[in-house]
């Protein structure tokens, strides 16, 4: 246990006749930068209320640094970050107010803490007189964050964090996370944005409830076992539909202003594919072979 | 796709007080077209939306929108567009064909015409035998794919997509994609805003709006090669962070 500082074990989580949660294992080391990456729906935020000890699993059991999160609620609330998935600062308290607050809660004060939150808060410093309620959304994130980090805790728990977020904004959100990374504190965040998985030290890819695969993000993008192409072709509204016609075509999904296609074996090659599209029209025809992303590894699992 | 615009601004202002939230945007969308509007949080796409939706008015500057004007004729406007969002989209405590009846008859659509138009909407969506299930009951992603053949079933001549896909997993979201590009060869221009990159290379045309300004409007091979980028991202990158720097 020791060199973890989260561990979920088997838990399930149902509302009604939905099931949120099924057998959900997964265990985060101490110092690392863990990702639950998954669409709306998966269960990213269930899992999240349950580790925080803000919602009982259905069944299985939750550890966080050596506490049960039944149990022992009141001591993990106290060596937690939180940020929700909604924002939920005071609308109607200040910039300045909102901090005070939180560090008062947690029996301290902004100075003690203040070499940790200070990257993240001198951003929005010059705002601090204004509410919270008419901060723009990046700045939100930002009060939020720090807000999550008064108390200097030792897991932060991070739901969504970057969700609407434009992508300059979601890089330097990023940016930040390393840092806070480096200051030693365990960082579980979950994120729609594919992209991001790339990120973090390891992820877990989570779909319905359910873990598709839990490994570092090379490891998991090395074991897509599919021949993997890029196509570009002079017609492209036409070559997805094409090339899901083709025979040898496993799937066909557009991944900005390419295709990747991806084939049910090895046999078929480059000049075959090229032929093909030839002979449905196609000019300036490209094919590349490329190594799998997380997205393709995603979809791929997604549909297994 | 033809060049007829279906929108028209020509130095939009929009200001709060003293500050300019959009500051002289000119720019035409064309009939058919899949138009995508960029920007970094807070850069004033929402403002604009408003605006081109009818649900408020410009500072100064011309505006026409599926060929009325803005300052007199909102009401036409409102009739002849359509909108979805992430945030709003459908009632969740009424059925498929529940919600699809009250936004076709707030269009003022017939009975017969509704009547018809759902049987071919559900068959087309391969849902006839979920018509009668609560939105609630449904997966995000059935839900936003409802949300937009709805947006478009009284046949506007625009759809605004404000975010369609957030948080959607990634094989819906392209499917979702697939009726964008259903809707745009039917003649529905398309109006879509979105922080995915790679849907922005999916538009024939997109702005990217900073501190109140549209600063670059191309197709997206034309705005890589212009910004020596080798995609969106990267394009996005240089544009909007240059203004925080």
Not at chain 1, 59 to 73: L, T
Not at chain 1, 244 to 255: C, K, N, P, V
Not at chain 2, 190 to 212: K, L, N, P, W
């Amino acid at each position: 246990m020791d060199q973890y500082a989260v561990i979920a074990k088997d838990i399930s989580k149902a509302y009604a006749d939905v099931e949120a949660l099924n057998h959900i294992s997964f265990s985060v080391k101490k110092g690392e930068l863990f990702g639950l990456i998954g669409p709306d729906g998966a269960g990213k935020s269930t899992l999240f209320r349950i580790l925080t000890s803000l919602l009982l699993p259905g069944s299985g059991s939750g550890m966080v640094e050596n506490f049960d999160v039944v149990k022992d609620f009141k001591k993990i609330r106290k060596i937690i970050g939180y940020m929700p998935g909604r924002f939920s600062l005071y609308q109607d308290l200040t910039v300045e107010e909102n901090l005070n607050f939180y560090a008062t809660i947690f029996g301290t004060t902004v100075k003690e803490n203040y070499d940790l939150i200070r990257d993240i808060y001198v951003q929005i410093e010059p705002f601090k007189n204004r509410l919270a309620g008419k901060l723009s959304g990046g700045m939100k994130q930002k009060l939020a964050l720090s807000c999550a980090l008064i108390h200097k805790p030792d897991v932060l728990f991070l739901d969504e964090p970057t969700t609407g977020v434009d992508a300059v904004s979601r890089k330097e959100f990023w940016e930040m996370l390393k840092n806070l990374q480096e200051k030693g504190i365990t960082i579980l965040v979950s994120t729609p944005y594919m992209d991001e998985a790339g990120l973090c030290d390891r992820v877990a890819l989570i779909q319905k409830g359910k873990i598709l695969e839990i490994d570092k993000p090379h490891n998991i993008t090395k074991r897509y076992s599919l021949p993997l192409f890029e196509v570009k072709t002079s017609r492209m509204y036409q070559l997805a539909g094409d090339l899901l016609e083709y025979a040898s075509t496993q799937s066909a999904f557009r991944f900005g202003d390419s295709i990747h296609l991806s084939l049910k074996n090895e046999e078929t090659s480059e000049k075959e594919i090229m032929d093909y599209l030839t002979g449905k029209e196609h000019g300036q025809i490209a094919i590349r072979k490329i190594e799998a992303n997380i997205e393709d590894c995603f979809m791929w699992l997604m549909n297994r | 796709m033809n060049k007829t615009p279906v929108i028209h601004t020509e130095n939009l202002v929009k200001k709060y007080g003293a500050f300019t939230a959009n500051d002289m945007l000119s720019f035409d969308v064309f009939k058919g077209e899949i138009f995508g509007f960029l920007g970094a949080n807070g850069a004033g796409k929402t403002t604009a939306i408003r605006i081109l939706c009818g649900l408020s008015k410009p500072t100064s500057g011309i505006v026409n929108v599926a060929g009325f004007d803005i300052y007199k004729q909102t009401e036409k406007i409102k009739q002849n567009i359509g909108y979805m969002s992430q945030k709003f989209s459908l009632y969740e405590d009424l059925t498929i064909r529940e919600n699809i009846r009250f936004f076709a008859g707030i269009y003022g659509l017939s009975s017969k015409i509704i009547k018809e138009r759902t049987h071919e909407l559900l068959t087309k969506l391969e849902i006839v035998d979920l018509g009668d299930k609560l939105i609630s009951s449904l997966p995000l992603g059935w839900k936003q794919k409802l949300a937009f053949s709805i947006a478009v079933f009284h046949r506007p001549q625009i759809v605004f997509l404000d975010e369609p896909t957030g948080g959607v997993d990634p094989i819906t979201r392209r499917q979702f994609w697939d009726m964008i590009y259903d809707a745009a060869n039917d003649g529905i221009t398309v109006f879509v805003t979105t922080h995915y990159m790679d849907e922005a290379e999916y538009c024939d045309r997109v702005s990217i709006m900073v501190d109140g300004r549209i600063e670059a409007l191309d197709t997206p091979a034309g705005l890589k090669k212009t910004y020596e980028a080798k995609n969106m991202d990267e394009v996005f990158l240089k544009l909007a962070r240059a203004s925080i720097a």
